[in-house]
């Protein structure tokens, strides 16, 4: 059981990592440059607010212009499109920030635009969760997951094996590189610093036992499963 344990938060370290490696460009046989794929630690913020992301339905409303209220969708480049105003990065924004660039837009070409912004539909995520947790594997949700939210998906974390201090969400930066965070969970609770919102494609992991450094385990984890020939020379940076 452990064992097929052990196979399945390899898959599902492998899938997100070979998503990672297919955001970057490949090298090819004939010498192209070899891919970097950072992993470094970072920090996953004590914010809880949830990011705008790729396939979110936005519905505007005009407090002065009811004619151009309307529904725009982030497209795949991350922007939006409005009438009257060019496209703008709305991926990663909060709703409020997301609402004052809109007005902000908005203010060179109407006079006290008063728009509002609404969510009208998440986006489909996929999340992986590994490692100690009752049911492992891949979740798909059209609503926001904390990490916590994520685990109680996955059945939950196996309380008399699992070290929770220890778990860590790994997540795809835009150009490729992968960043870990240290969730430090006490039992079954986030820590003080909060239970951070995932975005699409984050990774958690739940180890068995402490891991003594974090970079050394990230980096001995997914060397070990990148099923990409030596001839891709991919190679990993920690700090």
């Known amino acids: 059981m452990n064992r097929m344990k052990l196979r399945c938060g390899i898959v599902l370290i492998a899938a997100f990592v070979v998503g990672s490696v297919a955001c970057s460009t490949l090298p090819s046989e004939n010498g192209a440059k070899p891919v970097s794929i950072l992993v470094t630690k970072g920090s996953p913020d004590s914010d809880t607010t949830y990011r705008l992301q790729v396939g979110d339905a936005i519905g505007m409303h005009f407090l002065a212009y009811p004619d151009l209220d309307d529904t725009t969708t982030i497209g795949p480049d991350g922007h ?21 660039a809109t007005n902000d837009k908005y203010e060179g070409v109407l006079r006290h635009p008063g728009v509002s912004l609404v969510i009208r539909s998440y986006s489909l995520q996929q999340i992986y969760v590994a490692g100690e947790v009752n049911s492992p594997g891949v979740l798909r949700s059209n609503v926001p997951l904390t990490a916590m939210t994520a685990i109680a998906q996955a059945g939950g974390m196996r309380l008399a094996t699992a070290h929770p201090s220890d778990a860590l969400l790994l997540r795809r930066q835009p150009d490729g590189s992968i960043v870990y965070y240290k969730l430090d969970f006490h039992a079954d609770l986030p820590s003080p610093a909060g239970d951070p919102m995932l975005r699409n494609n984050d990774l958690i992991y739940v180890p068995r036992t402490p891991i003594g450094s974090m970079a050394d385990w990230v980096q001995n984890n997914l060397q070990r499963i990148i099923p990409i020939s ?9 700090k």
């Not at 939006?80 to 004052?100: H, Y």
């Not at 030596?230 to 920690?238: E, F, R």
């Open 80 to 100: 939006v499109s409005m009438r009257l105003i060019p496209d703008f990065q709305m991926a990663g924004l909060s709703l409020a920030e997301a609402t004052k």
């Open 230 to 238: 030596a001839s891709a020379s991919t190679y990993y940076q920690l």
